[in-house]
């Protein structure tokens, strides 16, 4: 089935869907995310990462320090940074709403910190080249 006829059945259907897909909760506009995945995710599509960097400006800022501190850009192809920039820009998607983070993020943002201020267990200039894994899922602070 072609993303159009998931669609189309979804809506015809009356089924609800996860709000991301959207413009913001309730629009119904199908504007936002194409899939429903981890906010920051390395392997989403550019238009997704501009809506990330949009809707949760907190979660882009955070991965864009560990990008400087620890030399790794967040995706292969463009780093966090740039996505931040580009997310500002008058031809960006509209993000519809930004996330308020809870507590969780609140912890997650801590721990991060905390663990900046450790040297790397790896050597973080090895793993830049094109193609590399940068990190896996389970791994992924983002992605808890």
């Not at 936002?32 to 949760?56: E, I, K, P, V, W």
């Not at 912890?107 to 894994?133: Q, Y």
Request: with cysteine; proline share 7%; glycine share 6%.
């Amino acid at each position: 089935m072609s993303t159009e006829e998931v669609w189309e059945r979804t809506i015809n259907a009356g089924l609800p869907y996860h709000w991301c897909y959207d413009s913001f909760p309730g629009a119904n506009d199908r504007r936002g995310s194409s899939r429903c995945s981890c906010s920051a995710c390395t392997l989403a599509n550019h238009r997704d990462l501009l809506l990330t960097a949009g809707r949760r400006p907190r979660l882009a800022e955070l991965c864009a320090l560990v990008e400087r501190v620890r030399q790794v850009p967040f995706n292969p192809n463009i780093t966090m940074a740039e996505l931040i920039a580009l997310s500002r820009r008058r031809d960006a998607p509209d993000p519809g709403v930004e996330v308020e983070e809870t507590e969780d993020f609140e912890r997650m943002e801590r721990d991060v910190h905390a663990a900046m201020r450790r040297p790397p267990t790896w050597d973080s200039k090895a793993r830049t080249g094109p193609g590399e894994l940068l990190h896996s899922a389970a791994g992924c602070a983002a992605c808890r």
